[in-house]
């Protein structure tokens, strides 16, 4: 496009909103530099300050940006404003904290009373809850345990995952946690969109979703009954807590096991609740969960925990036994570890105020401290004939032509498969017809796809 050209309409709007959002940050940036040097000069000049008396927050107009909304939609306090902007002035200017970088003389060795966190990467000032601590209130005591109930988990900054604290030890000092606005905001002041977070290594958890409905899905009535019961948790759960006021008695969450054969539905069940009820749903993947080196699993757990109860999304372990297994007796450190980290899952699976799903082959396999706390346990059984039969139809569907030799009641009949099977079968068959140059799938090429799958179960064909 040229200069001067006329831009669309909607790339204007665009653009007016980007440049209204990137002012109303500059001029809370500005504030937080206002501040942090009034309270610097406050503390070396060992005067006293009131310091949002002296500096106090700038206004915010609704519309100017995603920021501006947000904090307003919010009602943040000053003192939240300021802890919100630390948190992103490494990644907005970090220049402006640089002045924390400064040395203590007398001890040859940087302050104390900054806090501060180091990187491998970044080489600017990384703030902890200690720099917010000493910016809004200095060394006056009261105002710093103000502040540290501001960071508490159960508090709106923290509890609605706007800020993530993160500390190497759970030992350290609270104020020594590195300070940090979490990824889903900081997308949120960048573009104006909250995205979904996607696989990391450092986010162990993907997004199901899937194209198909109930309709598709082929069970038991009392395995449906089941899942109508988890559905009507997630919908009417305010009211049975809330309105009801069983919250009193009640612990909130919702824990379910699926366990059966693979192939029975589990994943594509916890894929539709989620579609039914509007609420994401994030499957773990339990190998990057998984880390040799201590700690390293519960940080990746909190990580995906504190979003999820912030967003109220379902998290759904499948195979689950693989984590969720019986404790070990313990032999050396390796055990003790494993043990640790079952502890750790099942005290936050406890905790966890949403639905969490696991999916395990065998419930036999699940440790018996976990079984006792699900509300519910749902057995995915292998489909009967006459599951197996409309399996058969739904998965062919209307437009894929079936040679006469044809016979799905005779499939359904005579071949114990689960729906997963019976779906690569159709695969198979689909692509066998279209190599031999056939635009039908035959019995033949059915039962070919049956036979490989019989085989990969360690069957006789």
């Known amino acids: ?11 204007v709007i665009t653009l007016q909103l980007t440049a ?13 530099a206002r501040c942090i040097e009034l309270r610097l000069h406050s503390y070396f000049q060992q005067q006293p300050l009131l310091l949002l008396q002296q500096a106090p927050p700038p206004p915010l107009a609704a519309g100017s940006g995603s920021y501006a909304d947000f904090v307003l939609t919010q009602q943040l306090s000053a003192p939240q404003r300021l802890i919100l902007l630390l948190a992103l002035a490494p990644h907005l200017q970090p220049q402006l904290l640089d002045t924390f970088f400064v040395r203590n003389d007398n001890l040859a060795r940087s302050f104390t009373e900054f806090g501060g966190c180091s990187s491998k990467q970044h ?26 109930q501001l960071l508490q988990s159960e508090q709106q900054l923290c509890r609605n995952n706007i800020i993530c604290l993160r500390l190497d030890a759970p030992d350290e000092p609270f104020l020594s946690a590195q300070l940090s606005v979490s990824a889903e905001y900081l997308q949120l002041f960048y573009s104006g969109s909250r995205q979904k977070p996607d696989y990391n290594s450092h986010f162990p958890a993907k997004l199901l979703t899937t194209a198909l ?12 009954a089941d899942v109508e019961h988890i559905i009507g948790w997630l919908q009417h759960q305010h009211t049975v807590m809330q309105d009801w006021q069983l919250g009193r008695s009640i612990k909130p969450g919702y824990r379910a096991l699926f366990y059966g054969p693979p192939g029975t539905g589990k994943t594509l069940t916890a894929s539709l609740i989620g579609r039914q009820t509007g609420a994401d749903v994030y499957r773990i993947d339990l190998s990057a969960v998984v880390s040799k080196y201590i700690g390293e699993t519960e940080k990746n757990l909190a990580t995906v925990f504190d979003q999820a109860q912030a967003r109220q999304w379902i998290l759904f372990f499948d195979e689950a036994d693989a984590l969720f297994g019986k404790r070990s007796q313990t032999s050396n450190s390796n055990d003790r570890y494993a043990n640790q980290q079952v502890s750790y899952l099942l005290q936050r699976i ?5 639905v969490v799903l696991l999916a395990s082959n065998l419930k036999a396999n699940i440790d018996e401290a976990f079984a006792r706390r699900f509300q519910a346990m749902v057995y995915f059984p292998l489909p009967e004939v006459s599951e197996r039969l409309r399996l058969w139809r739904h998965l062919l569907g209307s437009k894929v032509q079936l040679a006469a030799d044809v016979d799905l009641s005779y499939l ?12 690569n079968v159709v695969r198979y068959a689909a692509v ?30």
């Open 412 to 423: 359904a009949h005579e071949f114990e498969l689960s729906g997963g099977a019976m779906t």
């Open 432 to 461: 066998a017809a279209l190599l031999r140059g056939d635009k039908a799938i035959a019995q033949a090429d059915l039962l070919q796809g049956i036979n490989r799958e019989r085989r990969k179960e360690g069957m006789m064909v």
């Open 1 to 11: 496009m040229s200069i001067g050209a006329v831009k669309p309409a909607e790339q």
């Open 350 to 354: 406890e905790d966890f105020p949403g």
């Open 213 to 224: 409905s109930w309709q598709e899905l082929v069970l038991p009535s009392e395995v449906l």
């Open 123 to 148: 080489q600017g000032f990384l703030p902890s809850a200690q720099t917010a601590a000493f910016l809004l209130a200095g060394n006056d005591l009261a105002g710093r345990l103000q502040v540290i």
């Open 20 to 32: 209204g959002n990137a002012g109303c940050l500059q001029q809370e940036l500005d504030w937080l």
